[in-house]
């Protein structure tokens, strides 16, 4: 499946390029990522859980920038995750491409081919995975500009060896795909957790269909 989105940053695009390709400074921004450690070669380790309903899926796997060319300001990504249980995974390569957007903001082009195999490829279904990406990409873009925009962003928690080796991730790490309400964000930058993903896509959908209908 390939995903084509985009995103604005007000912050310039030498700021943001700095923070898109620190990886374990923008990973809090990604609701259920946390990154564990990371190799010479520029290959970072991590975890991702996600919690569907009252089953909670986990999953290590690496992610490394491939490419990064600072004159064109573009970065491709490899990114690969396998379910801790043996129940699937996914893998994808990311390539972001920031552009001035002609006021002093960055506009992030983002295109993802990604494949997803196990539990989560149920959401491949009717474009409901298309959606929730939609929506986390919208979390992420509030979230880093939040991080860019602090003078001092707060600090991140970081997992112990032990609790890395045990895969016991703090709660706020964790992804949650609940049919609650959504939880409404504090202003302050924090790592995003608790966001009802699978609810606020189906509202989405819901929005533009009537306005479809209503013009």
Not at 59 to 75: C, F, M, Q
Request: hydrophobic share 35%; net charge negative.
């Amino acid at each position: 499946m390939k995903l084509e989105q985009s995103f604005e940053v007000q912050a310039p695009v030498e700021r943001v390029w700095e923070a898109l390709i620190d990886l374990e400074r923008v990973a809090p921004c990604l609701p259920g990522a946390s990154i564990t450690e990371h190799d010479e070669d520029g290959t970072y380790h991590g975890t991702f859980q996600v919690k569907l309903g009252p089953t909670t899926a986990s999953y290590r796997g690496t992610i490394k920038i491939e490419e990064a060319d600072e004159a064109v300001h573009r970065a491709t990504m490899k990114a690969r995750g396998t379910d801790k249980r043996g129940q699937g995974g996914a893998s994808a390569t990311i390539v972001n491409t920031l552009t001035d957007d002609g006021s002093g903001g960055t506009r992030v082009e983002a295109v993802t081919d990604f494949t997803i195999t196990g539990r989560l490829a149920r959401f491949g279904r009717g474009g409901m995975i298309e959606d929730i990406s939609n929506r986390l990409m919208r979390d992420f873009s509030s979230c880093l500009q939040s991080r860019i925009g602090a003078e001092e962003p707060p600090a991140v928690p970081a997992m112990t060896g032990a609790e890395a080796a045990a895969g016991d991730v703090p709660p706020e790490r964790v992804l949650s795909i609940d049919p609650q309400p959504a939880v409404e964000q504090p202003a302050a930058a924090k790592p995003i957790g608790g966001v009802s993903l699978v609810l606020g896509a189906l509202l989405d959908r819901l929005k533009r269909l009537f306005g479809r209908r209503r013009r």
